[in-house]
């Protein structure tokens, strides 16, 4: 299973496009990129998910280099209410693993 | 919007008590999971349920833990007999991925149930 590093924690101003970017070296080639976001006391939930290249949402987007070693969640113009834990999930159906993910503070 | 339903949202239990928690999936999803977060942690995987038998299991999912789907609707976890340190929030996930290996759909949490052991 491809293992996933993030940095642990990230602060940002209102207003202000986010990139947190996730490190994943063994990526398998059938294996997608997804990334979650977690608020206190909620179940995750799904921002956005990519294969290659990049891909973009109501939401977010998400770059993926050539080699796919790692990818990058953008948030644009974000607000007091993103402050939330970004995972960056790689695998196979059957065992979808979640790291530490990134605690992201957002400031006013 | 489709979405998957857990009960109870709490539960307080003594040690070594049985603990059944509930779960609804989304009706058409084949895939179904069982996760757990201690305060301030990561979210932690337990147990994939696929075709009606255990796909995958951590190493968190000893002989305690079993899961069941009784009819056509519920997914459950059984702990068969609670520790102190299985207080945590349980959440039940549940995939429209049809078992190839390649995860290309969305997992849909449901809101948890918070399990205390006293």
């Known amino acids: 299973l491809a293992k996933t590093t993030q940095p642990i924690s990230m602060d940002s101003y209102e207003g202000q496009e986010v990139n947190i970017t996730c490190s994943h070296n063994?990526?398998?080639?059938?294996?997608?990129i997804t990334w979650y976001q977690q608020f206190p006391s909620q179940g995750p939930r799904f921002i956005i998910q990519g294969y290659k290249t990049k891909v973009t949402n109501e939401v977010a987007s998400l770059f993926i280099p050539a080699d796919r070693k790692s990818s990058t969640l953008s948030l644009p113009r974000v607000s007091l209410s993103d402050t939330a834990v970004y995972y960056c999930?790689?695998?196979?159906?059957?065992?979808?693993?979640f790291g530490k993910g990134t605690r992201l503070h957002i400031l006013p | 919007e489709p979405e998957v339903t857990q009960t109870p949202s709490h539960q307080v239990t003594q040690m070594g008590q049985e603990v059944i928690l509930r779960c609804v999936p989304i009706s058409n999803h084949l895939y179904f999971y069982w996760y757990r977060q201690i305060l301030g942690q990561k979210v932690e995987f337990l147990v994939s349920?696929?075709?009606?038998?255990?796909?995958?299991k951590s190493e968190i999912f000893d002989d305690q833990f079993s899961v069941e789907r009784p009819d056509g609707s519920n997914f459950t976890l059984k702990i068969r007999s609670t520790k102190l340190e299985d207080s945590a929030m349980y959440f039940c996930?549940?995939?429209?991925?049809?078992?190839?290996?390649?995860?290309?759909?969305?997992?849909?949490f449901g809101e948890g149930s918070r399990l205390t052991v006293l």
């Open positions: 063994n990526i398998a080639t059938n294996d997608y």
């Open positions: 999930l790689v695998g196979r159906d059957d065992k979808i693993i």
């Open positions: 349920f696929y075709n009606n038998e255990i796909s995958e």
């Open positions: 996930a549940s995939s429209d991925s049809t078992g190839t290996g390649i995860w290309t759909g969305e997992l849909f």
